[in-house]
């Protein structure tokens, strides 16, 4: 590389808070001053592979960003390509503190009970409601979405959480992943198309057994799918692929949405710590694509991002196809409803930020 591009790059870079380090021809290159203050034992020239794992240096994309760890550092890593260079801009992700995981978990525990109740008294009114005209019945959806939203913050806040603080576990069983995705789709489809866009399944074999925590894989797809559903445009498209190879499973989530704008690529998986919008009602807290990377990484897997404004995002999850033994049996509902949840629906619950009130009636619950 001429020496002219690289003090260009530098010149770019200088004030950039959190390091960068440039790549070409497999060999690092320091583009900042904070790329030199967090590896000083790291000179240039050294071989990129000594710092960076080797599925960040063969990434194809233009731009991507991916949670991974950087020599046992948890950090968001943004990749771009300029030309043969590679520019990496590592973020390392601060967890949250003990009093305040301790202060979370508290919370958590009294709303669930509070919910409980709310749910409950809801629906013993139902009956009667269901005799009464509109907007009685109107009044009562609401109600319903409300108890959805409080049920999926309050899960996604006690997971985030307990990922966090390294208390996340996996109940492991053998699933098909042919049939878990496809039963997953056909779950959501209605929603989708009530919504006016299309999802669709695609696998290139017609079983895949892995050894996978099911309901947390269903809670990352849903993430990715609601995710995708406040982005894209009208009458969008949806598409979940399965393949597999070298002993792993990789499932790609693609939408034909907004994209991603670059500022807000280095802040994909840390969402929740930034200001939220008061006015959008589809806006969340952002905590679905912190918790869906942490489901990956707890099946020792990686969920990367790449993203272009009007071209849509594409989620990648790879995850190891581990096998269990277990008297032959495969799980064969891979949408349950929780135990001691307060009556939480997963679709519904996981979905409630884009859904209209419409969809929390009665007929669209049974």
């Excluded at 894989?217 to 982005?231: F, V, Y």
Aim: with cysteine; net charge negative; proline share 4%.
């Amino acid at each position: 590389m001429k020496s002219m591009e690289r003090k260009q790059l530098e010149q770019l870079f200088f004030i950039q808070r959190d390091a960068t380090v440039g790549v070409a021809d497999g060999a690092i290159f320091f583009v900042n001053p904070a790329g030199k203050a967090r590896y000083p034992d790291l000179c240039t020239d050294a071989q990129a592979d000594c710092l960076l794992p080797e599925e960040l240096l063969t990434r194809e994309e233009e731009t991507f960003a991916v949670a991974i760890a950087v020599r046992e550092e948890s950090c968001t890593v943004l990749g771009c390509r300029l030309g043969d260079i590679r520019l990496y801009t590592i973020i390392p992700q601060s967890s949250l503190e003990g009093e305040e995981g301790w202060l979370l978990e508290n919370v958590c525990s009294s709303m669930r009970r509070t919910l409980t109740v709310l749910n409950v008294a809801t629906e013993l009114l139902t009956p009667a409601i269901d005799r009464l005209e509109e907007p009685q019945q109107s009044n009562l959806r609401v109600i319903n979405k409300s108890y959805y939203k409080l049920q999926r913050l309050c899960e996604n806040l006690d997971s985030l959480v307990r990922f966090r603080e390294g208390q996340g576990s996996l109940r492991l069983e053998r699933l098909d992943l042919v049939s878990f995705c496809r039963d997953l789709i056909q779950s959501t489809d209605h929603i989708v198309k009530r919504l006016g866009h299309r999802l669709y399944f695609r696998s290139e074999q017609d079983s895949l057994i892995a050894a996978l925590d099911g309901p947390k894989l269903s809670k990352l797809l849903l993430n990715l799918i609601s995710n995708s559903l406040k982005r894209i445009s009208p009458n969008g498209n949806l598409y979940l692929n399965l393949t597999s190879s070298g002993g792993e499973v990789f499932l790609s989530f693609r939408d034909t949405g907004a994209g991603i704008p670059p500022e807000e690529m280095a802040h994909v998986f840390t969402q929740y710590k930034r200001q939220r919008s008061d006015t959008d009602p589809q806006a969340g807290v952002g905590m679905g694509m912190a918790i869906a990377q942490e489901i990956a990484a707890l099946h020792g897997g990686v969920l990367l991002i790449a993203s272009q404004e009007g071209k849509g995002t594409t989620v990648l999850v790879r995850i190891p196809q581990r096998s269990l033994e277990l008297d032959g049996q495969l799980q064969e509902n891979p949408l349950p409803y929780g135990e001691g949840d307060g009556g939480m629906h997963m679709i519904l619950t996981e979905l409630a930020d884009i859904l209209d009130d419409e969809a929390f009636g009665r007929k669209y619950r049974d």
